[in-house]
């Protein structure tokens, strides 16, 4: 029997050192195992194709200043008042991610505009004071994601183009100033849903067209300068209560009664009411705008019996007051517009000394008395 029992001990000791034997890894602690679990992964960079960074040095050496957006690819082509052609724009909708494109004041034809109807990204297009015709807004008519389109000055665009106009229903901004647009025009743009802003300074709007606005659900600012509006034109103001920028200037049929009209635009922040026919009964239908913040009463028949229809009108930071028959005695009325960042007095009897005067009640007021050339 001895043995097997000198056996059994020796297996059992031998088991023992087994157990006591240290491990040769290491434990990992939960904060270790937590960072082994989570592995970052590095953003792939986009490569830009060769092909659009050719195309993008070649618009440079035509004198396009561009914009690109984190990964090197070019958001806007500005060109404009450069010496560019029809030529240039051949290859631009190579540029996959370009949404501004400003052209105004070059030589493009209606013929250029038809490679740039084909850059499907494109969110804005400035045309301004370019030679063209309607035919160029036919090429456009698939820029499904185009928000604003900027036209004016030298074109020969009319009324038959805004039923191309009409299917680029994603507009918010369309400026036809200066074109021959008239009411019936305006009347094919009932599909711009969410139109916010429309230009339309010297066009043939009158009365009637005027009318065509209240199709805009969205219209937030609209300049009808140099018009053939009318007081009775403006009772279609009553149905926009959500303007918030008018300009009415210039417009030489207007007088004191079409203010009335404007007295429920409660929204309003910006008016502009230069050249018209307005005296102090003119302002007084204004006093309930509260909102303003930029109002040119310039070149008005106001006088200091009409600045009292100012004092509410807290929130101004612009005033024009230059050219109207407006003097120190009248300034005491205008102390308590204490948000008033500039206040044009020029070519008006207030003096030197009435500017000192307000300016103690005004300090953080600029005030113009100096009539200075285009100011």
């Keep these: 029997m001895k043995p097997l029992q000198g056996t059994v001990v020796l297996v059992f000791a031998l088991s023992l050192i087994a157990g006591c034997t240290p491990k040769s890894e290491k434990k ?87 490679p740039v109807g084909k850059v499907a990204t494109l ?28 036209l004016s000055g030298n074109s020969d665009i009319d009324d038959d183009a805004m039923v191309d106009i009409n299917q680029l229903t994603n507009l918010k901004a369309l400026m036809l100033d200066f074109l021959w647009v008239s009411g019936d025009g305006l009347s094919e743009l009932k599909d711009l849903n969410h139109l916010e802003e429309l230009y339309l300074a010297k066009t043939l709007v009158d009365d009637e067209g005027l009318t065509t606005l209240t199709q805009f659900p969205k219209l937030k600012k609209t300049r009808l300068s140099q018009n053939q509006i009318s007081d009775e034109g403006l009772t279609i103001m009553a149905k926009l209560p959500q303007l ?46 509260t909102n303003l913040r930029w109002l040119n009463l310039d070149n008005t028949r106001l006088s200091n019996a009409g600045l009292k229809y100012l004092k509410d009108m807290k929130q101004l930071e612009f005033l024009h007051l230059g050219s109207t028959a407006v003097s120190d005695a009248g300034l005491a009325d205008l102390e308590g517009l204490t948000s008033l960042k500039d206040l044009k007095l020029t070519r008006t009897a207030v003096t030197e000394k009435g500017v000192a005067d307000l300016k103690q009640k005004l300090p953080n007021t600029e005030i113009q008395l100096k009539y200075i050339e285009g100011q």
């Design 28 to 114: 990992q602690t939960a904060s270790e195992k937590s960072s082994g679990a989570i592995k970052v992964k590095e953003p792939v960079k986009t490569q830009v194709p060769p092909e659009e960074v050719n195309l993008a040095d070649s618009l440079k050496a035509a004198g396009a200043k561009l914009k690109k957006d984190q990964d090197g690819y070019v958001i806007e082509v500005d060109l404009r008042g450069t010496q560019i052609d029809d030529h240039a724009l051949k290859d631009i909708a190579g540029l996959s991610r370009l949404r501004y494109l400003l052209l105004n004041e070059t030589k493009i034809t209606d013929a250029g505009l038809e």
């Design 244 to 289: 918030e920028e008018l300009d009415l200037s210039e417009n030489s049929l207007l007088s004191d009664t079409g203010m009335e009209h404007l007295s429920g635009l409660s929204k309003l922040q910006k008016l502009n009411l230069w050249r018209v026919g307005l005296t102090d009964a003119g302002v007084e239908p204004l006093q309930g705008l």
């Design 123 to 150: 969110q804005n297009l400035d045309l301004r004071n370019c030679n063209l015709n309607n035919k160029a807004i036919s090429h456009l008519t698939g820029l499904s994601k185009l928000k604003a389109l900027r």
